[in-house]
């Protein structure tokens, strides 16, 4: 499904974007319209995912950017007040999803049938994990990427290791070469991406250490050129 999508580069490396409850508004939009000009002239994937209430504006305001929603919750059209349709979400103009994030978790029989109802719309999905033992489980659910990230550094300012990068790869990789792996949590920095694509993994992710920078843009760009020197190297 993740080949299949126009608004992914194929073999191209990824930059998750995860912007929380950090930002929202104009502030957020600078920030995406300076992402998206990185995407433009560059050969990466750029997944942005903000508040639900700013993804229609976001879709319009970008051309290269990829919107994924934070979160849908497994509810059918009708009773549900306050939760997230999964339906509204694509008619939104999401691309995709992120579940199970460790400030979101979902037990594994719903994160099933969430990633299923996901796929049914044509949202692409990424499960996120803490383990590698989790990644293997998220894994054998069939969704487009594992967010491999350590709960506990989540914020911390530092990245995973690289034991933990390569014991991840490898538990979704076994299950399914096809499926992307994006190394999150306490990315901050040109140094932390390069090392961690030059391990092997298809993307890195981050969220503080972007949106609580006192220049998201210089370091979205510096992330940017990390990754690019990470894939150098590993070739």
């Not at 970008?62 to 919107?67: A, G, M, Q, R, Y």
């Not at 989790?134 to 491999?148: K, R, Y």
């Amino acid at each position: 499904m993740l080949n299949d999508s126009e608004g992914i580069k194929k073999d191209s490396p990824f930059l998750y974007l995860n912007s929380k409850a950090y930002l929202y508004g104009e502030e957020l939009f600078e920030i995406a319209r300076a992402a998206d000009e990185q995407a433009k002239k560059i050969e990466i994937n750029i997944i942005l995912s903000p508040q639900p209430t700013g993804i229609t504006d976001l879709v319009a305001a970008t051309e290269e950017l990829i919107i994924f929603a934070q979160h849908i919750d497994l509810i059918e059209k009708g009773i549900g007040h306050g939760a997230l349709l999964p339906e509204a979400v694509k008619a939104a103009g999401a691309e995709g999803v992120i579940l199970n994030h460790a400030e979101k978790p979902l037990k594994l029989s719903v994160l099933s049938r969430t990633v299923a109802r996901a796929r049914s719309l044509g949202l692409l999905t990424v499960i996120a994990a803490s383990s590698a033992r989790e990644a293997a489980a998220a894994a054998s659910l069939a969704p487009d990427m594992v967010m491999a990230e350590p709960a506990e550094l989540i914020g911390s300012g530092k990245a995973s290791s690289s034991d933990f990068i390569s014991e991840t790869l490898k538990s979704v990789k076994q299950v399914d070469p096809a499926i992307k792996v994006i190394q999150g949590a306490g990315i901050s920095a040109y140094a932390d991406a390069a090392r961690i694509i030059k391990a092997g993994a298809d993307g890195v992710g981050t969220a503080s250490g972007v949106f609580q920078a006192d220049n998201p843009v210089k370091v979205i760009e510096e992330l940017v050129q990390g990754i690019l020197a990470g894939r150098e190297a590993s070739r």
